[in-house]
C-alpha cells in the first residue's frame, strides 16, 4: 500500500481485498486490525511522508496442513516509497512460467512463487518486464502488476478468469474508466490482441508504467492523462 499525506492510496479498495482474501482462505477477521486504525497509527508514527506499506495477514496456531484454528496474525512492514519507472523499454512473454489457476488465484496471498521465479527469469535475460500468461495460454499480468492497453478509443485488460490478481489499482482504474464514460473491455486475449495495441501499460498502487517494447513490437509511452489522474 502507499501511504502520503496522512492517507493510504485506495484504502476501501485495499479493506476489501483484504476481506476477500480472508474469506477465501477460510482465515477469521474478527481480531484484525482496521484499515482506518493502521491510518491513524502512521499518522502518529510518521506524519504524512510517503511510505510503502505491506500488511501481511496469516493464520494462527498449529496443525501443519490441517489448521487447528483459523484467527489471523499480523505483521506490518514499512518502508520509505520510491518512484519506479514511468517507462519499461523491455518486455517479453515467458514461455516457461504460467499462472496456475485455482478459486484464490485472483487473491494476492504470501505463496508468491509464480512471481518470486518469473522475475529471476526476467533478471536473467537483462529484461525490464515479463509478461505471463495463464494455463490456456491467454494473456494474464505482468510479473509485478496488472496489464492494460489501448486500442483505438477502447481500453482492455484480462479478465480474472485469465487467473490474474485483482489488483486495487486495476479495480480502481476499472472504476474510473467507467466513471468517464470510457469504453473497458475484460476477456481472454491472445499475444496478437496485447501487439496490436497503440499503448500497453501496467497498474499497481505505485502507479502506471508504460512498456515501449515487447520483444520486437514498440509502442507509444506517452502519458495517458485520463489514467495518471487516478494516482495524482
Not at 99 to 125: D, F, G
Not at 151 to 170: H, M, Q, W
Not at 198 to 223: C, R
Request: aromatic letters at 10%.
Amino acid at each position: 500500500m502507499i501511504f502520503n499525506k496522512g492517507k493510504i492510496r485506495f484504502r476501501q479498495g485495499h479493506w476489501s481485498r483484504l476481506k476477500e482474501g480472508l474469506k477465501q482462505l477460510r482465515i477469521s477477521n474478527n481480531n484484525l486490525t482496521s484499515i482506518v486504525a493502521l491510518e491513524r497509527f502512521l499518522r502518529e508514527q510518521f506524519g504524512g511522508a510517503p511510505l510503502r506499506i505491506r500488511w501481511n495477514v496469516y493464520r494462527d496456531g498449529l496443525g501443519k496442513y490441517t489448521p487447528q484454528n483459523h484467527e489471523a496474525r499480523e505483521l506490518i512492514l514499512i518502508q520509505k516509497a520510491t518512484t519506479p519507472p514511468k517507462v519499461k523499454e523491455t518486455a517479453y512473454f515467458s514461455t516457461e512460467i504460467t499462472v496456475p489457476k485455482s478459486p484464490w488465484s485472483h487473491c494476492k496471498t504470501l505463496n508468491a512463487l509464480t512471481y518470486v521465479m518469473a522475475n529471476i527469469e526476467r533478471h536473467e535475460r537483462g529484461m525490464d518486464e515479463v509478461i505471463l500468461k495463464d494455463s490456456s495460454g491467454y494473456i494474464s499480468e505482468s510479473g509485478i502488476a496488472n496489464l492494460f492497453w489501448k486500442k483505438e478509443d477502447a481500453f482492455y485488460t484480462p479478465s480474472l478468469n485469465c487467473s490474474c490478481i485483482a489488483g486495487v489499482a486495476r479495480g480502481a482504474l476499472l472504476k474510473h474508466l467507467n466513471q468517464q464514460g470510457i469504453s473497458v473491455l475484460e476477456g481472454k486475449f491472445s499475444e496478437a490482441d496485447l501487439l496490436s495495441a497503440q499503448q500497453v501499460f501496467t497498474t499497481n498502487v505505485s502507479g502506471i508504467a508504460y512498456l515501449q517494447h515487447i520483444e520486437n513490437t514498440e509502442f507509444d509511452t506517452s502519458p495517458i492523462e485520463l489514467a495518471e489522474s487516478l494516482f495524482n
